[in-house]
C-alpha cells in the first residue's frame, strides 16, 4: 500500500475515533481528555497526509483546511478562551479564505470554504452542542466538496466525522 495513502487513512481512524469517543467530562482540561488527544494525533497526520499529496498534484485547499484544523487543535488543547481562541481562527481562515479566492477553481470551492471556517470554528468551541453541530455542518460541506472533487479520504473521512459529530447533537438535545 502506498505509505501517503497509509498516512491518511491511519490519520483518517484517529479523528474518527475522536468524533465518536465521548464527550469530554465538564470542568476537564481539554488536553487530557482522550478525545482531543485523538484529534491531536490524527490532524497531525491527515495534515502530513495532506502536503504529501499537494506534492504529488493534489489540490492546495486540503493544505489549507489541515492547517486550520492545527490550529484550532492547539489552541483548543491549550484551553484558550473561546473569544480570543475565536478570533485567532477568524484572522487564519480569513488569510486562508483569501488565499482560497484568489485560486478559487469553480463554484465548488464555495463548499469547501464553508466546511474550512466552520470545522475550524468548532474545534476550539467549548460547549460540546455547538462544537458538534459545528463541526458536523462543516464536515458536511468538506465531504460534498471532496465527493465532487473525487478526494476519498477526505470525503469518507468528513462524512463519518459528520455522522458521529451528529450522534453527539441528537444525544445532546435528547438530554435537554
Known amino acids: 500500500m502506498d505509505p501517503i495513502f497509509l498516512t491518511g487513512i491511519i490519520g483518517s481512524l484517529f479523528l474518527l475515533a475522536g468524533a465518536a469517543w465521548k464527550n469530554p467530562k465538564k470542568g476537564q482540561h481539554p488536553a487530557k481528555a482522550l478525545k482531543n488527544q485523538f484529534f491531536a494525533i490524527g ?12 506534492l504529488q498534484g493534489e489540490p492546495v485547499f486540503y493544505v489549507f483546511f489541515e492547517s486550520l484544523t492545527l ?10 478562551n473561546d473569544r ?3 478570533i485567532g481562527v477568524g484572522l487564519a481562515g480569513s488569510g486562508f479564505l483569501a ?10 470551492t464555495i463548499l469547501f470554504i464553508l466546511g474550512l471556517t466552520l470545522v475550524a470554528i468548532g474545534f476550539i468551541l467549548k460547549n460540546n452542542l455547538k462544537r458538534n453541530l459545528t463541526l458536523a ?13 473525487d478526494s476519498s479520504i477526505f470525503f469518507w473521512l ?3 466525522f459528520c455522522v458521529f459529530s451528529l450522534l453527539h447533537v441528537v444525544k445532546a438535545w435528547r438530554r435537554a
Open 99 to 108: 488565499w482560497s479566492l484568489v485560486l478559487f477553481e469553480d463554484s465548488t
Open 71 to 80: 490550529i484550532s487543535t492547539a489552541l483548543m488543547l491549550l484551553n484558550a
Open 43 to 54: 490532524n497531525i497526520l491527515v495534515f502530513l497526509y495532506a502536503v504529501l499529496s499537494y
Open 158 to 160: 468528513n462524512l463519518f
Open 84 to 86: 480570543w481562541a475565536s
Open 137 to 149: 455542518v462543516g464536515s458536511g460541506f468538506i465531504s460534498a466538496y471532496s465527493y465532487l472533487g
